[in-house]
C-alpha cells in the first residue's frame, strides 16, 4: 500500500469501527453517541478533551458532554490532568474484561434491579387476593421474576469474577 494511501486506511477503517460500535451500543440500548465516544477513547493512543472527541465525531458540546457524564458514572472512562493545560481530558478502560465487568455492573444497577423491585412489589401486594386475573397475573410475574434473578445472577457473577473463572463457568455452561 502506497504511505498516502495509509491514513486514509486508517481512516476508513476508524470510521467504520466506531459506526458498528455505535450500532452495537444502540442493540444493547445504550445512547449511539454514547457507544461511540467510549469506543473513540478505547483506540485513541492518548486522552482526549471535550473538543477533540466533538470534531472527531461531530457533534454538539452539549451532547458531548452529557455522553462523558454517563460514561463516567458507568466507570469506563476517567478524567485525566494534563499539566499545563486547563481543559479536561479523558481516557477509557482499556482492559476488554474491565470494560465487560463495568458494562454489566451498570446494566444490573440501572436495569435488572428495578425490575425485581417492580416485580417483588407486584407479588407482594397480590399476595392472598383471588380471582382468575390475579392468578394469571401473579403466575407471570413469577415467571418473569424468575427469569430476571437468573439474568440478575449471571450478570453480577459477570461484573465480579476474573476473566479466567467466567470463561470456564461459560464453557461449562455451553458443554
Keep these: 500500500m502506497p504511505k498516502d494511501e495509509a491514513p486514509k486506511a486508517f481512516l476508513r477503517a476508524r470510521e467504520e469501527y466506531l459506526a458498528e460500535w455505535g450500532a452495537l451500543g444502540s442493540a444493547w440500548g445504550v445512547n449511539r453517541t454514547m457507544s461511540q465516544i467510549h469506543g473513540l477513547l478505547m483506540v485513541s493512543p492518548r486522552p482526549l478533551n471535550t473538543d477533540e472527541i466533538m470534531a472527531e465525531l461531530a457533534i454538539s458540546r452539549g451532547n458531548a458532554h ?48 428495578p425490575v425485581l423491585q417492580v416485580l417483588d412489589r407486584g407479588l407482594a401486594s397480590t399476595q392472598g387476593l383471588a380471582g382468575p386475573e390475579v392468578k394469571a397475573f401473579r403466575k407471570q410475574l413469577t415467571e418473569l421474576r424468575r427469569f ?3 439474568a440478575d445472577s449471571v450478570m453480577e457473577r459477570v461484573g465480579s469474577e476474573s476473566s479466567g473463572s467466567i470463561l470456564g463457568w461459560v464453557m461449562r455452561f455451553l458443554g
Design 148 to 150: 430476571a434473578r437468573l
Design 66 to 113: 452529557a455522553n462523558l457524564k454517563e460514561l463516567l458514572s458507568w466507570g469506563l472512562i476517567r478524567p485525566v490532568a494534563k499539566k499545563g493545560q486547563r481543559k479536561e481530558h479523558f481516557e477509557a478502560e482499556k482492559d476488554v474484561w474491565t470494560v465487560v465487568q463495568r458494562i454489566a455492573r451498570a446494566r444490573r444497577r440501572k436495569e435488572l434491579e
